[in-house]
């Protein structure tokens, strides 16, 4: 049976979506909503695509709401270095639903930055990349708009969420919280820091590709390697200016044509 509604939470990656989703997960729900969250997903969805009926309880009624949140049904960290081209791959099933889509968008320097180096973490060396591709997060909600039709969609900057975040959960839930977990257990890797990477590219090209992955976690969970030096940004200043004003001007298109926390 149908959900009266379908809150589709997408991240994207690198936007605290590990954080929101262990409040979610550990949040006290109201009656008539059921959240699912990113493993269920990936296991029921990413890995067989059956659509919304393998992972929705037997008891739902017509008149509930699912929530649920994953940032990989837009595609992994890679894909999301082209700003996630084919979002239909995981998300066709949900056309005939009512849904409601909220996504965060992040200034590109540190969006881009931060998924280079996740990506690292699961796939060979890619360079990082120089510019914005497919039409960036405004591309990226017309595709959305194109493959689901219907939706509602909410968006928020990053930017916002650390003085903002009970409010956007309480949109991501649609409403549907009853007591909010007084925090997150966030993310439990270590990020990876300037040191790490650095010694990552020195590195990289004495093992293959399909290894390199393996080579990054091992330099992650290395103690004298971690440090304390920052997180890895990879840009210059001018690379920083350039992405970061296409950001705001991407982010005034959003505003004129989408439901956007101001």
């Given at each position: 049976m149908?959900?009266?509604?379908?809150?589709?939470h997408?991240?994207?990656?690198?936007t605290?979506?590990t954080?929101?989703?262990?409040?979610?997960?550990?949040?006290?729900?109201r009656?008539?909503?059921?959240?699912?969250?990113p493993?269920?997903?990936?296991?029921?969805i990413i890995?067989?695509?059956?659509?919304?009926?393998?992972?929705?309880p037997?008891?739902?009624?017509?008149?509930d709401?699912v929530?649920?949140?994953?940032?990989?049904?837009?595609?992994?960290?890679?894909?999301g270095?082209?700003?996630?081209?084919?979002?239909?791959?995981?998300?066709?099933?949900?056309?005939q639903?009512?849904?409601?889509?909220?996504?965060?968008v992040r200034d590109y320097?540190?969006?881009?930055?931060?998924?280079w180096?996740?990506?690292?973490?699961?796939?060979?060396?890619?360079?990082?990349?120089?510019?914005?591709?497919?039409?960036?997060?405004?591309?990226?909600?017309?595709?959305?708009?194109?493959?689901l039709?219907?939706a509602?969609?909410?968006?928020w900057?990053?930017?916002s969420?650390r003085d903002r975040?009970?409010?956007i959960?309480?949109?991501?839930?649609?409403?549907?919280?009853?007591?909010?977990?007084?925090?997150?257990?966030?993310d439990?890797?270590?990020?990876p820091?300037?040191?790490?990477?650095?010694?990552?590219l020195?590195l990289r090209n004495?093992?293959?590709?399909p290894?390199?992955?393996?080579l990054?976690k091992?330099l992650?969970?290395?103690?004298?390697?971690?440090g304390n030096?920052?997180?890895?940004?990879?840009y210059s200043?001018?690379?920083r200016?350039?992405?970061?004003?296409?950001?705001?001007?991407?982010?005034?298109?959003?505003?004129?044509?989408?439901?956007?926390l101001r």
């Amino acid at each position: 049976m149908a959900p009266a509604l379908l809150c589709l939470h997408l991240g994207v990656h690198k936007t605290a979506t590990t954080y929101i989703q262990s409040v979610l997960e550990r949040s006290d729900w109201r009656e008539g909503y059921f959240y699912i969250g990113p493993w269920v997903s990936r296991e029921s969805i990413i890995s067989r695509d059956p659509g919304l009926a393998d992972i929705v309880p037997d008891v739902i009624r017509r008149d509930d709401i699912v929530v649920l949140s994953d940032e990989n049904l837009l595609g992994n960290a890679a894909a999301g270095l082209a700003f996630y081209p084919r979002p239909e791959r995981h998300l066709a099933w949900a056309r005939q639903l009512k849904v409601s889509i909220c996504l965060c968008v992040r200034d590109y320097a540190d969006f881009l930055s931060s998924a280079w180096v996740e990506s690292l973490r699961h796939g060979a060396f890619r360079p990082q990349a120089r510019k914005v591709r497919n039409g960036g997060y405004v591309g990226l909600l017309e595709r959305l708009e194109r493959l689901l039709p219907n939706a509602d969609f909410f968006v928020w900057n990053y930017a916002s969420f650390r003085d903002r975040r009970d409010e956007i959960l309480d949109r991501i839930s649609s409403h549907g919280l009853a007591k909010l977990a007084v925090d997150g257990v966030g993310d439990q890797r270590p990020s990876p820091s300037c040191g790490v990477v650095t010694t990552y590219l020195q590195l990289r090209n004495l093992v293959e590709g399909p290894k390199q992955a393996e080579l990054m976690k091992k330099l992650i969970s290395n103690q004298n390697i971690r440090g304390n030096e920052g997180k890895f940004n990879g840009y210059s200043e001018e690379d920083r200016r350039v992405l970061s004003q296409q950001f705001a001007t991407d982010l005034e298109i959003i505003k004129s044509r989408y439901r956007i926390l101001r």
